[in-house]
């Protein structure tokens, strides 16, 4: 009887072990799917501010453009006054 309480304790420790370690490994997993989910919308802000530059860079450069071809407009209208 001493031996098959022994084994019968050990299958009660290797079993409460077992869950010990998949508790651990579920709640390890929660962490780290929230702590991606968290980097993946700090990415889309990110992308976000990327793009908004991309088109703020893209209209000063339409703008300055612009503003070379208006500057060059008012120099000729200046030598014809002339």
Known sequence: ????????????????????TFGGILAGNKL????ISELEK????HNNLVERMYHLEEKTSVQEEQLKII??????????RK
Do not use: F, P
């Not at 009887?1 to 010990?20: F, Q, R, Y």
């Not at 700090?42 to 802000?45: A, G, L, P």
């Open 1 to 20: 009887m001493d031996t098959d309480s022994s084994v019968i304790s050990a299958l009660i420790s290797g079993g409460l072990a077992l869950i010990g």
């Open 32 to 35: 780290t799917t929230y702590r």
């Open 42 to 45: 700090k990415v889309d802000k």
């Open 71 to 80: 500057n060059h407009r008012i120099a000729d209208l200046e030598s014809e």
